[in-house]
């Protein structure tokens, strides 16, 4: 479902943790990513994209319940999932418990990217809730943290509302405008665009 870049902009300031504590407490799974099948595919095309078998050390912001963080896990020697929402991490590590390999922390996202490189990042539907500052703030903390011959991937829904907003396609332009990525996959569909980048 190609489509060209409009002039969609960024939110003027970050989707406040507020907003998004207060859908984990009227909901514990706001986007019913455990039943939605577009979700379940998503996640499914996420794992069948990864261009390795097999990674050492993978970072996961955004992580919400840990859904595809379980999935991730089976692919990772080790898994740091982080998400901005006590109430997100606090159903995560309980779901997790059972994975010795995984860590899932609180975060708020850019100000808390984590110390030390990965040989893998994954990032989902979290990009287009920041402001432009944030975005390149963060963006430029995951290239920083991508190991040279590491793989980050990235996958967001397109068109999240309308054709006008800013969604999977402004956010995945803006990553792949960085310097030192070299695009392996790309996914477009009705749904959500997926790509997956290496550092070299």
């Known amino acids: 479902m190609a489509r060209a870049l ?37 996640y499914a095309v996420t794992m069948a994209s990864l261009p390795r078998e097999r990674y050492r050390r993978c970072y996961e912001p955004g992580a919400s319940i840990g859904l595809l963080t379980r999935m ?26 059972d994975l010795p390999n995984v860590r899932y ?3 708020n996202l850019p100000a808390g990217l984590p110390e030390g490189t990965f040989d893998l990042i994954v990032v989902g539907d979290l990009l287009y809730y920041l402001s432009a ?23 967001h829904f397109s068109n999240r509302a309308d054709g006008g907003n800013y969604d999977g396609f402004n956010v995945h332009a803006a990553l792949a405008a960085r310097p030192g ?15 997956a980048f290496r550092r070299r």
């Open 105 to 107: 922390e609180q975060a």
């Open 72 to 97: 991730l896990a089976e692919r990772c020697d080790e898994v740091l999932a982080v998400d901005s929402v006590a109430e997100a991490v606090a159903a995560a590590r309980d779901s997790l418990a």
């Open 181 to 195: 990525l070299e695009r392996l996959v790309h996914h477009d569909d009705e749904w959500f665009l997926l790509d």
């Open 6 to 42: 409009d002039d969609a902009q960024p939110p003027q300031a970050s989707v406040s943790v507020d907003h998004f504590t207060n859908m984990y407490l009227v909901k514990d799974d706001p986007w019913d990513l455990a039943t939605k099948w577009h979700d379940r595919r998503k």
């Open 133 to 155: 500052e944030d975005l390149d703030r963060l963006l430029d903390g995951l290239v920083e943290r991508l190991e040279p011959g590491g793989d980050l991937v990235s996958v």
